[in-house]
């Protein structure tokens, strides 16, 4: 009897001569891009540096496209941001030592949002490995301990004929759900070393799907069926599983409301009638969720955004269906099914009966008046002029991403992503700089399409490197800043707090004036022409900055 595992796929003739004589002067670092080429990857991100010139060197002799940023952290946003659109491992190319480590931040943000991102560092020469103080230049006693809490999974190579394997298992790993950051280093050696090894070909690295366990979506779909007011929460696994389709083909099967979480934005349409919107730190919404004697909860681990800050207390049974098993029943108890939510979203299709509830359009609408109510009892119509102009100049489908600034905090909640997959921003980690060298990834992966980044003036500047990246490659980024003179969150909530903010308030330059520096048309707005001034920008090729100064508020808190 022959098994599948028995059969060998045999070299054809051309494969075995082509072994049997590789072309002269490849090194390691051919090695690298070789199996990146072979696992389907078209683009890498990253800065060189002296340990990994190696990788750089063999990139001429290659066909993948490279993305040079200005700093490894937003070369790790780009990376972010390319696997997110793409939902493809994106290769990110470091140096050893303080190179590595200024990527930490971005890789980060790529955990907490599930962004397959495969980061491949050189290291010191294999002599030097084991913690031993040689004095080799960028040497760490331990580099791969700054990662391992950080990414899925870390991957040494010692030799050249390891490389292929240990990319081939990063890229599994980083693509397998949940998705996330993955860790490959390689020592100077090894990549600048002379090799005979064949030229590696095509490799499977396909991961394995995670389907749920068909006992638990039975008990499930019953659940629903019979609830008397099921609710459903959608998270960002359903947008990374692309499940949005059967998200809503059962919400109106069991004609149940949905919230969608902020990283889960876009995965529902906004003006469904079952549709709640994202207003997740409105306490209406916070009580109508809790009063479901049935809550359906895809993709999300109810963290402290999606959960009004760890207020949120449901009465009723919880199902929660999560690709992390490190999520499930985290923050509540729950009928908790380990699965990509695509799968499990399929499964309840299947099994669960149709289920009529005239009435749940009118509690979602009066849900929602009641959140209207309450924004318009604040004097907040600057902020939501702000919002509605964005929208109104983006394009329907125009992927967005948004820094940590108060507008962006508006957008979490009050922004019509309009489609699946277009509104990103850095609420995963939570860390500044995200959104411009995340449009420039986005860029990259999608150049059909204008892109825009939002950012305020304290986010900025972490980011104004890559001004010089985004003329270089031309890239149709349109880049609105908030300027409102520092960082207007703090401010805002050391004042809430304390009375006074302390260490908020910044010096900036003149924003119009360095975008022009840099060769990139720059625009001061204002908030009657932001509507016009945004979609001249984003309607014109090639980067552009839109400046905006405003001060802007956020909506009074409910979880205090």
Do not use: C
Request: proline content about 7%; charged content about 20%; overall charge negative.
């Amino acid at each position: 009897m022959t098994h599948d595992h028995d059969l060998v796929l045999r070299p054809t003739a051309a494969q075995t001569e082509a072994a049997l004589n590789p072309p002269p002067g490849r090194i390691g670092g051919d090695l690298v891009v070789e199996s990146l080429t072979g696992l389907g990857a078209t683009t890498v991100f990253g800065l060189p540096g002296q340990h990994a010139l190696g990788m750089f060197d063999a990139l001429r002799r290659s066909g993948l496209r490279y993305v040079g940023l200005r700093v490894e952290n937003n070369a790790g946003f780009a990376a972010d941001a390319y696997g997110r659109i793409t939902g493809e491992a994106a290769p990110l190319l470091l140096s050893t030592g303080p190179g590595a480590l200024m990527s930490l931040a971005a890789l980060q943000e790529a955990a907490a949002a599930s962004a397959p991102v495969l980061a491949i560092g050189s290291q010191i020469p294999v002599a030097g490995l084991g913690g031993g103080r040689h004095g080799y230049l960028h040497e760490l006693r331990d580099q791969q301990a700054s990662f391992r809490d950080v990414v899925k999974s870390v991957h040494t190579v010692r030799t050249q004929s390891q490389i292929p394997s240990a990319i081939a298992a990063a890229w599994r790993s980083a693509l397998t759900a949940p998705h996330g950051p993955v860790w490959v280093e390689i020592p100077q050696d090894v990549l600048l070393a002379e090799t005979t090894l064949p030229v590696v070909t095509a490799m499977d690295a396909t991961p394995d799907e995670i389907a749920p366990r068909p006992e638990l979506t039975a008990l499930a779909a019953h659940l629903l069926a019979n609830a008397e007011r099921p609710v459903i929460i959608a998270g960002g696994g359903v947008i990374r599983s692309d499940a949005s389709g059967k998200l809503l083909a059962l919400a109106e099967r069991i004609t149940a409301p949905v919230v969608t979480t902020f990283g889960g934005k876009g995965a529902f349409p906004w003006t469904h009638p079952l549709s709640l919107q994202s207003w997740l730190e409105d306490r209406h919404t916070t009580d109508f969720l809790e009063d479901a004697d049935v809550l359906l909860v895809v993709g999300s681990g109810l963290g402290e955004l999606s959960s009004n800050y760890h207020t949120f207390a449901p009465r009723g049974r919880v199902i929660q269906i999560e690709a992390d098993a490190g999520k499930l029943e985290s923050n509540h108890p729950a009928l908790g099914i380990h699965a990509d939510a695509r799968l499990a979203l399929q499964a309840l299709l299947e099994t669960v009966a149709v289920r009529e509830d005239a009435g749940a359009p009118e509690r979602v609408r009066g849900v929602l008046d009641k959140v209207r109510s309450r924004l318009a009892a604040q004097d907040l119509a600057l902020e939501q002029q702000v919002v509605a102009s964005v929208r109104e100049a983006l394009p329907a489908r125009a992927p967005s991403f948004w820094d940590m600034t108060i507008l962006a905090y508006w957008a979490w909640s009050a922004f019509d992503a309009r489609h699946p997959n277009t509104m990103h921003s850095a609420q995963g980690a939570g860390g500044l700089g995200y959104a411009f060298p995340a449009a420039l990834g986005a860029a990259a992966a999608d150049p059909t399409r204008p892109v825009l980044a939002v950012s305020g003036d304290g986010g900025a500047m972490y980011s104004l490197a890559e001004l010089a990246t985004a003329k270089q490659y031309g890239y149709d980024v349109t880049w609105l800043i908030v300027d409102d003179g520092g960082y207007g969150i703090l401010r805002e909530y050391m004042t809430d707090a304390f009375g006074a903010a302390t260490a908020t308030e910044l010096a900036r330059p003149d924003f119009v004036a360095l975008a022009e520096s840099f060769g990139v048309p720059g625009t001061l707005t204002s908030p009657e022409t932001l509507t016009q001034d945004l979609a001249e920008a984003l309607k014109t090729p090639g980067p552009s900055v839109v400046v905006l100064p405003a001060l802007l508020r956020m909506f009074e808190p409910t979880h205090l």
